[in-house]
């Protein structure tokens, strides 16, 4: 199941990946292309929330 989590800067683009740690990277990438702000993908990727299709998922990771 998908990943996502939206820019830390409010530009309303949003980033998905595969796991937590993706989304870390790809954010991390983002923002330092698209804003020229530093964050590290580690604390990042607490942000991301596991995804089902367009909906979201609570509970425990399956």
């Known amino acids: 199941m998908?990943?996502?989590t939206s820019c830390l800067s409010g530009c309303?683009?949003?980033i998905t990946g595969d796991s937590p740690e993706e989304v870390?990277?790809?954010l991390m990438e983002h923002m330092d292309?698209?804003?020229n702000t530093p964050v590290?993908?580690?604390?990042v990727s607490d942000f991301a929330?596991?995804?089902r299709?367009?909906?979201l998922v609570t509970g425990?990771?399956?």
Do not use: R
């Not at 590290?40 to 604390?43: G, I, K, S, V």
């Open 2 to 4: 998908p990943f996502k």
């Open 12 to 14: 309303g683009a949003t």
């Open 24 to 26: 870390g990277v790809l």
């Open 33 to 35: 292309d698209q804003h």
């Open 40 to 43: 590290d993908p580690t604390e």
């Open 49 to 51: 929330i596991q995804t």
């Open 53 to 55: 299709g367009h909906g």
């Open 60 to 62: 425990p990771p399956s």
